[in-house]
């Protein structure tokens, strides 16, 4: 069985499934070795234009596989490292991947999983999903998913949580910006279906360099050097065939080339 099931749609829309529903989609090797490689052959397929990453089964992501973990109690500490990078790596890659990416969280999501959702432009999740970062009880911290939980819900918020390992529900996973949206379980794909719709209005370029732009002023730490990179973005983009067409379709009161791909 296949750890990430990949469905490329006719509109460009690449659905990635976490297919381990028995085990509630836990992170083991195989699965982020997948996922990892889902990724980087997305970036490389022109055909993508935005990433849907969801669980397969009642579940959105169980965090860390329980059997694996139980391996690692007798792997040596490089061995181990070796293993943390795999997350690592994965998140990463989830994180910069340059598409669009939306989290359609269909259930429960703990440790890893929650780093997942943090990683996406947009996470929509079911009513009734459940969360918590545990990793304290096992005498771990949420090490590696760290950077982008704290970065989406913010450093007050990463001390209650990674301390207590306290169980939240999804309205206050909304409230706390883990999720943007949330919704009954039966409005799920049809609320994602609206977040396409919007995205895939976005010229394809245009929204690649706005993710990218994000990161650019993120880490900025020279605010002349900022000026000036972005306004060579902007100039760059202006004169480029996307925003002629794009602006060209404005003005005369059609759809740009790319909605109808």
């Given at each position: 069985?296949?750890?990430?099931?990949?469905s490329?749609?006719?509109?460009?829309?690449?659905?990635?499934?976490?297919?381990?529903?028995?085990r509630?989609?836990?992170?083991?090797?195989?699965?982020?070795t997948?996922?990892h490689?889902?990724?980087?052959?997305?970036?490389?397929d022109?055909?993508v234009?935005?990433?849907?990453?969801?669980?397969?089964?009642?579940s959105?992501?169980?965090?860390?596989d329980?059997?694996?973990?139980r391996?690692?109690?007798?792997?040596?500490?490089?061995?181990?490292?070796?293993?943390?990078?795999?997350?690592?790596?994965?998140?990463?890659a989830?994180?910069?991947?340059?598409?669009?990416?939306?989290?359609?969280v269909?259930?429960?999501?703990?440790?890893?999983?929650?780093g997942?959702?943090?990683?996406?432009?947009?996470?929509?999740?079911?009513?009734?999903a459940?969360?918590?970062?545990?990793?304290?009880?096992?005498?771990?911290?949420?090490?590696t998913?760290?950077?982008?939980v704290?970065r989406?819900i913010g450093?007050?918020q990463?001390?209650?949580l990674?301390?207590?390992?306290?169980?939240?529900e999804?309205?206050?996973?909304?409230a706390?910006?883990?999720?943007?949206?949330?919704?009954?379980?039966?409005?799920?794909?049809?609320?994602?279906?609206?977040?396409?719709?919007?995205?895939?209005?976005?010229?394809?370029?245009?929204?690649?360099?706005?993710?990218?732009?994000?990161?650019?002023?993120?880490?900025?730490?020279?605010?002349?050097?900022l000026?000036?990179?972005t306004?060579?973005?902007?100039a760059?983009?202006?004169?480029g065939g996307?925003?002629?067409?794009g602006?060209?379709?404005?003005?005369?009161?059609?759809?740009?080339?790319?909605t109808a791909?």
């Open positions: 069985m296949n750890a990430v099931l990949s490329l749609s006719s509109r460009g829309v690449l659905t990635l499934t976490l297919n381990r529903p028995d509630h989609n836990a992170l083991n090797p195989g699965l982020l997948a996922l490689a889902a990724l980087l052959d997305a970036e490389r022109s055909q234009r935005t990433i849907v990453l969801t669980g397969a089964g009642a959105f992501c169980a965090g860390a329980i059997e694996h973990m391996s690692t109690r007798d792997l040596s500490e490089e061995a181990n490292l070796e293993d943390a990078r795999l997350l690592a790596q994965c998140l990463r989830l994180d910069e991947v340059d598409r669009p990416l939306i989290a359609r269909n259930g429960n999501a703990f440790g890893g999983g929650i997942l959702i943090a990683c996406a432009d947009v996470a929509i999740g079911t009513m009734t459940k969360f918590a970062l545990t990793e304290v009880r096992l005498g771990l911290v949420p090490a998913i760290s950077p982008y704290i989406a450093t007050r990463a001390r209650r990674f301390l207590t390992a306290a169980r939240f999804a309205p206050e996973a909304r706390i910006g883990l999720l943007h949206d949330t919704v009954a379980a039966s409005q799920l794909d049809e609320t994602v279906e609206a977040y396409l719709e919007s995205l895939l209005q976005g010229g394809p370029n245009a929204l690649r360099e706005a993710k990218r732009l994000i990161r650019i002023v993120e880490e900025a730490s020279d605010r002349e050097m000026l000036e990179e306004s060579r973005l902007l760059k983009l202006r004169a996307e925003a002629k067409e602006l060209s379709a404005f003005l005369e009161k059609r759809k740009a080339g790319w791909k």
